[in-house]
């Protein structure tokens, strides 16, 4: 399984994932033209695509789900309240899961859903299974739950919000204090200590690669997130851990594989 982040933060969230039969985008909140631009970064096209999974409704993640049923004709997953808020066709457009219904996307890859707790959205993480491990991919959480933290036990790759550094978030003159408040709060999204504390709790031996996603360009910065989690787990993970920029795609990773392939052009 190459997972592939095509860019993630609040300004676009999407990330490739290829199996030797199947590939499918988990998000496409870039528009229809940058998506296309991405792709093709790693030699791949809509019409290669078998599937896009859609996490929530939030343009970040689904800006171009309906323009992706329309124009590459490509089946959307998502449950019905995204599926809804999405104006996406339930029967068209869309084939809707229920939350831990696990669904083949391929013949060598399938998915569960996981729901997550998000303000106005019934957000959802997914873990990928193929016959060479699982993935966990988990972005807009405002906290882990422990259903959550089931699922990702024993996954060999996560892919995982660290999306502010609490200090930066409440010195930050320039978000009130409302939004602050959202954005630690139990809908909001991971501070890069929960996210360090989670990841702590499923670290084992086969968990070879961590990325960091959807880092806020206002309160948080890479070298922050990285040594928060490095300072939680650094002693027992010996896998590697990357982050994934608003502009990418910059590595391609292998499941049961450590070293990320840089790509060039980033
Ligand atoms: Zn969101
Ligand atoms: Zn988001």
């Known amino acids: 399984m190459e997972i592939v982040h095509l860019g993630s933060g609040s300004g676009g969230n999407s990330t ?21 631009r991405r792709m093709s970064l790693v030699n791949m096209t809509p019409e290669k695509l078998d599937a896009i999974l859609v996490t929530h409704h939030h343009g970040d993640h689904g800006r171009s789900a309906k323009a992706a049923a329309k124009r590459w004709g490509v089946e959307i997953h998502a449950n019905m309240e995204t599926c809804e ?27 569960l859903p996981i729901p997550v707790p998000h303000d106005d959205a019934d957000n959802v993480a ?19 739950t422990e259903e959550l933290v089931k699922h990702l036990t024993g996954c060999s790759h996560l892919s995982v919000e660290a999306n502010y550094d609490t200090k930066r978030l409440f010195g930050n003159p320039r978000y009130p204090q409302p939004l602050k408040d959202r954005i630690h709060g139990r809908g909001g999204h991971l501070s890069n200590k929960q996210t360090a504390a989670m990841l702590n709790r499923l670290v084992h031996d086969k968990l070879d690669s961590i990325v960091l996603c959807h880092l806020s360009s206002d309160n948080n910065a890479p070298h922050l997130a990285e040594s928060e989690v490095l300072c939680e787990i650094g002693e027992k993970f010996e896998g590697v851990i990357h982050i994934s920029r608003q502009e990418g795609p910059e590595f391609a990773q292998w499941l049961g594989e450590r070293a990320a392939e840089p790509l060039r052009w980033s």
């Open 126 to 144: 997914y873990v990928l299974s193929s016959p060479e491990g699982r993935a966990g991919f988990v972005t807009d959480l405002g906290e882990p």
């Open 85 to 111: 808020r999405l104006s996406l066709d339930p029967v068209n457009e869309c084939r809707i899961f229920e939350n831990l219904e696990r669904r083949d996307v391929g013949p060598d890859l399938s998915f």
């Open 16 to 36: 490739l994932i290829r199996t030797e039969e199947t590939s499918i985008l988990i998000d496409c909140g870039f528009s229809m033209r940058q998506l296309e």
